[in-house]
């Protein structure tokens, strides 16, 4: 029976026309949600004020992504152009700088950076959370990327997070926690979101400890992830507390009271999405 034009094979002609057509198809949207993005720039002029930063949508649409991925792209793949898309058309909304602490090692930062923000944005290196916190800080609308762990010498950046009018700890990425991603370097963004834009999955505390311990430490670790640096005061430590969804800053103190410390202070300091965890990747 001769092949009707529907069911014979395409040629590598046919399949590339396919492409070519795909790309366009892609670039058009592009440029079509780029006009949105202009059109929503003259609405909130007239009706919203504040930081164009929505760590709340931006976790709801990399959820999204993550969940109805499929074929042979790779999911890094996507989720990197998919943050890309949406930190430049941020940028184009309002412009900001990326000011990163390069003490835990400069091409890991950067693989980083590069990965969620892409080259549109403009990147500044720093030697320092501090400095960081601080360039954030005097910034209109920057972003500041730290190290999400101890790093020698740092001392308790966080602090200067407690202030009402401070930036605070908007997100933690990368967003997909799996062993191989190709931007791993746990980090915290930093920068002033509208309340309404923070999303509260995990919060993020400033805590003053005396007594501190490692069975202090021990005591924690099932219920908060933790970051110490020593203070001078009463053998004590300056903790940045990360708390899951469900758990309480009174069970954290609980458990530290039950090792013979004593909290002498709390602030919070921001609060972050949960981390996705593909699916068959072990926690």
Known sequence: MAETPDSRTPSLADLRREIDRIDESMHRLLMERGDIIDRLISVKQTQETGSAFRPAREAEMMRRLVERHKGILPLDTAESIWR?????????????????????????????????????????????????????????????????????????????????????????????????????????VISRAAPDAMVREVSMWSVRVSGWSAKAANAIAPVAEAIAVPDRAFDGAALLVSIP?????????????????TVRATALVGSHATRYRVPGETP
Do not use: C, N
């Not at 950046?157 to 990425?173: H, V």
């Not at 103190?253 to 090792?259: F, M, N, R």
């Open 245 to 261: 969804q469900g758990g309480t800053l009174a069970a954290v103190a609980d458990a530290l009271v039950k090792t013979g410390a």
């Open 84 to 188: 890309v898309i949406i930190s430049t058309f941020t940028y184009v909304q309002a412009p900001f700088s990326v000011h990163a602490d390069l003490s835990a090692g400069d091409a890991h930062i950067r693989d980083s950076a590069r990965f969620h923000f892409g080259f549109t944005v403009p990147f500044v290196a720093h030697m320092g959370a501090a400095s960081v916190v601080e360039a954030v800080s005097e910034s209109k609308g920057d972003l500041g990327l730290v190290p999400a762990f101890a790093v020698a010498g740092a001392g308790a950046w966080w602090s200067a997070l407690e202030f009402d009018s401070a930036p605070k700890i908007i997100a933690r990425m990368p967003f997909v926690d799996r062993a191989d991603h190709p931007a791993a370097l746990p980090t915290f």
